[in-house]
């Protein structure tokens, strides 16, 4: 507003200040050509035709501005709208044509910066988005040595918070001597560099690639991060799969040539060595069917692509048949197999042909590791919203720390067993139960002191918690 005030105050002094000078040199000039007698007449009505003369032409000057006055204050108040929370308002069309011209270039201007903001907007949340989902980590280095950008990826690998915007320091951003050395290292070339490092606060093995960003000479750096943890714990595992297989095939393999070259030698002569080593070889060849059978198993199942025939089924008429196909092979080792079922029914949605396999190999790992005269008990109860099967025995037993591990492949309790299976049924147990969206995990008090095995499978028709005598068998 102070400056159309001022506009209006200077144009009417200047109409003033005209009035005054046209005042001034027309008696001038009339007083030059007139009579000096008549001068004196003459000083009286140029002296009231100025005082009332500069007065009017500075009102009627004052009046005719008016217009554009109001026109520019407008302007004014949307210029300084464009950075106010309400919005802009919008540019007058009103005033005189210099006026006029000057709001629609204002507006014009403004339409165009408002355009090209929303682009960079646009662009800079698309970045945004692309920067938080990227599994690789990413760095911005300035030429200060301060980190200007790290991403989420980055974040998580280094334990730090991460940073879309602002500058921190190299050691308060990513928190890791290695990283920050190996990023102010000077660089003879503009070429990338690269190094294996791991991360002290996360324990995490990246690849660092630091790349030169912007003009050369700014010292500008990129500097990206890939997490190698998983792979080499991928790499870690295969080849550790392939030296159990190896071993695992390795020991009937070479019972199997010991008992052919014993035939060969003169053993098959004599029926009833023959007939022993030819039970053996059998024994050695089911051996290794079976594990790769259940190595093939294992595998579709991790794949997924082992279906599941999925139907509502009661858990108890699951598990008692399954018990019931190992009384037998519990019997020969002297076991006493009891079943204990719940008295109500336990609906699952599970394969029924899968959750069998489970319990027989949850059943034939107690009986494997129970001696002559212990007992093996599998009872079925509801816990909540949940079908618990629960296969305890009175053998080895398991230390605390082996109560995760049985269920890894390959995993043996007590590795002077050798012979007692390759130690893939329990891995096999935990991914089928997991399929089916439930929970596998062992307890035990102590070595020689038994183990619990628990299999806890959701309820399809979660029923009300009833405490009744389980069916003994």
């Keep these: 507003m102070r400056p159309t005030r001022g506009l209006r105050a200077r144009a009417a002094l200047g109409a003033a200040a005209g009035v005054l000078a046209a005042v001034l040199i027309a008696g001038i000039a009339l007083a030059v050509g007139i009579d000096p007698e008549a001068r004196g007449d003459l000083a009286l009505p140029l002296i009231v035709a100025a005082t009332l003369g500069a007065p009017l032409a500075a009102a009627l000057t004052a009046f005719l501005l008016n217009r554009d006055v109001r026109a520019l204050r407008q302007v004014q108040r949307s210029t300084e709208s464009l950075l106010s929370a309400e919005g802009p308002e919008p540019f007058p069309r009103a005033g005189g044509p210099e006026v006029r011209d000057l709001s629609m270039a204002i507006a014009d201007t403004t339409e165009a910066l408002q355009a090209e903001s929303r682009a960079l907007e646009h662009d800079h949340a698309r970045l945004e988005t692309v920067l938080a989902s990227m599994t690789d980590g990413v760095v911005i280095v300035e030429a200060d040595d301060t980190a200007s950008l790290v991403n989420q990826a980055a974040a998580g690998m ?19 001597n290695d990283l920050v050395e190996f990023i102010r290292a000077p660089t003879s070339t503009d070429q990338p560099a690269a190094r294996l490092l791991t991360v002290g606060a996360t324990e995490r093995e990246i690849h660092a690639i630091a790349v030169p960003l912007g003009l050369p000479g700014l010292r500008q750096r990129l500097v990206l991060l890939r997490d190698l943890t998983d792979l080499r714990q991928t790499e870690t595992v295969r080849r550790d799969f392939v030296a159990n297989v190896s071993h695992e095939l390795r020991t009937p393999l070479s019972a199997l040539r010991a008992l052919v070259e014993t035939l060969q030698d003169g053993a098959a002569d004599d029926p009833a060595v023959r007939a ?63 079943v204990a ?8 949605h599970a394969d029924p042909d899968r959750t069998a396999r489970v319990v027989m190999s949850l059943i034939h790992n107690a009986i494997k590791f129970t001696p002559p005269g212990g007992s093996i008990r599998v009872t079925t109860h509801q816990s909540d919203d949940e079908a618990i099967v629960s296969v305890s025995d009175s053998g080895a037993g398991l230390a605390l720390d082996e109560l995760d591990r049985v269920f890894e492949r390959f995993y043996k309790a007590d590795p002077s067993r050798s012979g007692a299976g390759a130690g893939l049924g329990l891995s096999i147990a935990r991914h089928t139960v997991r399929q089916h969206g439930g929970r596998i995990w062992a307890e035990s008090p102590g070595l020689r002191r038994g183990a619990t095995f628990r299999v806890a499978l959701p309820l399809s028709q979660p029923a009300r918690q009833v405490h009744r005598p389980l069916i003994q068998r």
Excluded at 158 to 176: T, Y
Excluded at 341 to 348: C, E, F, Q
């Design 276 to 338: 022993e080593f030819l039970h053996g070889i059998e024994v050695e060849v089911e051996r290794m069917s079976q594990m790769i059978a259940e190595l093939l198993d294992l595998a579709r199942i991790e794949s997924g692509m082992a279906d599941l025939d999925l139907a509502s089924v009661d858990l108890n008429q699951v598990v008692s048949p399954a018990a019931d196909r190992l009384r037998a092979q519990a019997a020969r080792h002297e076991l006493t197999l009891e």
């Design 341 to 348: 079922a719940h008295a109500d029914p336990l609906p699952v």
């Design 158 to 176: 280094l334990d730090v918070r991460p940073r879309m915007e602002g500058h921190a320091s190299l050691a308060d951003a990513l928190r890791d």
